[in-house]
């Protein structure tokens, strides 16, 4: 479920012009797993005085089973199926921080349907951030093979000519959370509130 809205933004400041020109519209959060979709989108829903939903939290509530038990079950393709379904459903919720699994981009209904109810960010990590972020963890079905590594890579070549349609690029990388938060922020009031100014990817310099 979603997290508890906070008071109002302080008027005049970035957050509330931002709020402000969001209107009805979602911030969705795409990437990688690892990329830090749900750590990033917690922060920012703060910042931004939001409502902040995983939609992998959400998906397995609505199927009452893990992520991984789901793809043991059914298989991946049952699994986009409902999450496709649980996404839609989350994107006619109103002004809230969204964060979603990897893969639901990839869906074109998906991504046309967060072209209309959000603004997608993409939070782009190198493959050695995101192993790095995952290896600990068991809960990324993707990755149960005999070469992670080589796994990853492949998905983040097939996935990132893919993630390159979202409205906006941040860099994950391994400096301060708020450090990226301050980026989408930046960037978010940039594309929202100055749509003049040109676009550009934050956070470039590795």
Not at 11 to 28: D, F, K, Q, W, Y
Not at 90 to 105: C, D, I, N, Q, R
Not at 119 to 144: E, F, H, N, Y
Request: glycine letters at 8%; one cysteine or more; proline letters at 6%.
């Amino acid at each position: 479920m979603s997290e508890t809205i906070q008071p109002a933004t302080t008027p005049g400041s970035p957050e509330a012009e931002i709020t402000a020109a969001l209107g009805t519209r979602l911030i969705v959060l795409i990437g990688m797993m690892g990329a830090g979709k749900s750590t990033i989108g917690r922060r920012l829903a703060a910042r931004l005085k939001l409502p902040f939903v995983d939609a992998d939290n959400e998906i397995e509530a609505a199927a009452t089973m893990t992520i991984p038990e789901i793809f043991e079950a059914h298989g991946e393709a049952h699994f986009r199926d409902g999450e496709a379904r649980v996404i839609a459903r989350l994107l006619e919720s109103g002004p809230t921080v969204l964060a979603t699994g990897g893969g639901s981009f990839m869906r074109e209904e998906t991504r046309q349907r967060i072209r209309d109810k959000a603004i997608s960010v993409w939070l782009k990590a190198d493959a050695d951030v995101i192993l790095r972020r995952v290896k600990r963890r068991g809960d990324r079905p993707l990755l149960q093979t005999a070469d992670p590594a080589g796994t990853v890579t492949r998905l983040l070549t097939e996935r990132e000519p893919v993630y390159q349609d979202a409205d906006l690029t941040i860099w994950s990388r391994d400096v301060p959370h708020d450090k990226i938060v301050d980026e989408c922020i930046e960037a978010l009031h940039a594309r929202l509130c100055a749509p003049d100014e040109p676009s550009q990817v934050m956070g470039g310099l590795r």
